[in-house]
Nanobody, 115 residues
């Protein structure tokens, strides 16, 4: 059973930074496409950033230039470094691991941007 465990969320002031981590169990982490999603209250879940097995990345327009997704295959962990945070970044952030028909989700971590 593959498990994803997110960490690193919390309360941060506007303009601040946070780094989210997503630790993945199992032994094929390097094959997964890793994606961060977020869902704010009353809104649909949206894709934030994605990193493929080959390291290529893409971002939602709303976070380009502020967020950076990365992965450490040796640690089986994906990261989301969030900088210049805004109140509208407040949401529960989820990580997803996908490889062909395998699709796994973490439990989510709350990020609140507020003064």
């Amino acid at each position: 059973q593959v498990q994803l465990v997110e960490s690193g969320g919390g309360l941060v002031q506007p303009g601040g930074s946070l780094r989210l981590s997503c630790a993945v169990s199992g032994n094929i982490f390097r094959a997964y496409t890793m994606t961060w999603y977020r869902q704010a209250p009353g809104k649909q879940r949206e894709r934030v950033a994605r990193i493929s097995a080959d390291g290529s990345t893409n971002y939602a327009d709303s976070v380009k230039g502020r967020f950076t997704i990365s992965r450490d295959n040796a640690q089986s962990t994906a990261y989301l470094l969030m900088s210049s945070l805004k109140p509208e970044d407040t949401a529960v952030y989820y990580c997803n691991a996908n490889w062909y028909h395998d699709d796994y989700w973490g439990q989510g971590t709350q990020v609140t941007v507020s003064s």
